[in-house]
Antibody, heavy 119, light 112 residues
Framework: EVQLVQSGAEVKKPGESLKISCEGSGYNFTNYWIGWVRQMPGKGLEWMGIIYSGDSETRYRPSVQGQVTMSVDKFMRTAYLEWSRLRASDTAIYYC????????????WGQGTPVTVSS | EIVMTQSPATLSVSPGERATLSCRASQSVGSDLAWYQQKPGQAPRLLIYDASTRAPGIPPRFSGSGSGTEFTFTISGLQSDDFAIYYCQQYYTWPPIHSPYTFGQGTKVAIK
């Protein structure tokens, strides 16, 4: 059974750093891209970028380039999303999702990691 | 960036009826379009990709059609479990460097 399991909810202060995780199981982890999708409170879905689990190749949405870093540890079967300096506007639920082979739709999703940034 | 516009924002439908949702792209995306269902407190669930292909395990009452800039998603015979928010997503440009993948703003299907 394919599963993506994300790390738990986080409460941080502006300026702090954060790294959240997404562990994949039940499939050949290194053969797939992992996408990250943001959902701000009460809002819709926003695609942030993707990372290839086999070689860590990344593609970022221009507006988040430089604001976050995507990485992967293929031996731990885990993808990461990291901030060096959080802002209040980073408050959102962050989902990881597996990109369908041959199509850039997302067939399996993590449960989401809520991140709250508040002073 | 390709802008996806969904209509209506809210659709009120009685159980057993048909719901028809629209998604329009600001430029052609070919058939590179997916539909997702999201319920409160849950992650999105892939229903349709390649504009009209049902994802594994998705019942046939869910269907998608269209290409280019105009797409339609239909739920035939709405069941109580179908009341949710539905999003379209385009994934036309590969690699998505200068033109990121984008979602519509969502259509809420509510009980009438």
């Amino acid at each position: 059974e394919v599963q993506l399991v994300q790390s738990g909810a986080e409460v941080k202060k502006p300026g702090e750093s954060l790294k959240i995780s997404c562990e994949g199981s039940g499939y050949n982890f290194t053969n797939y891209w992992i996408g990250w999708v943001r959902q701000m409170p009460g809002k819709g879905l926003e695609w942030m970028g993707i990372i290839y689990s086999g070689d860590s190749e990344t593609r970022y949405r221009p507006s988040v380039q430089g604001q976050v870093t995507m990485s992967v540890d293929k031996f731990m079967r885990t993808a990461y999303l990291e901030w060096s300096r959080l802002r209040a506007s980073d408050t959102a639920i962050y989902y990881c999702a597996r990109q369908l082979e041959g199509y850039s739709a997302y067939d399996f999703w993590g449960q989401g990691t809520p991140v709250t940034v508040s002073s | 960036e390709i802008v996806m516009t969904q209509s209506p924002a809210t659709l009120s439908v009685s159980p057993g009826e048909r719901a028809t949702l629209s998604c329009r792209a600001s430029q052609s995306v070919g058939s590179d379009l997916a539909w997702y269902q999201q319920k409160p407190g849950q992650a999105p669930r892939l229903l349709i990709y390649d504009a009209s292909t049902r994802a594994p395990g998705i019942p046939p009452r869910f269907s998608g059609s269209g290409s280019g800039t105009e797409f339609t998603f239909t739920i035939s015979g709405l069941q109580s479990d179908d009341f949710a928010i539905y999003y379209c997503q385009q994934y036309y440009t590969w690699p998505p460097i200068h033109s990121p993948y984008t979602f519509g703003q969502g259509t809420k299907v509510a009980i009438k």
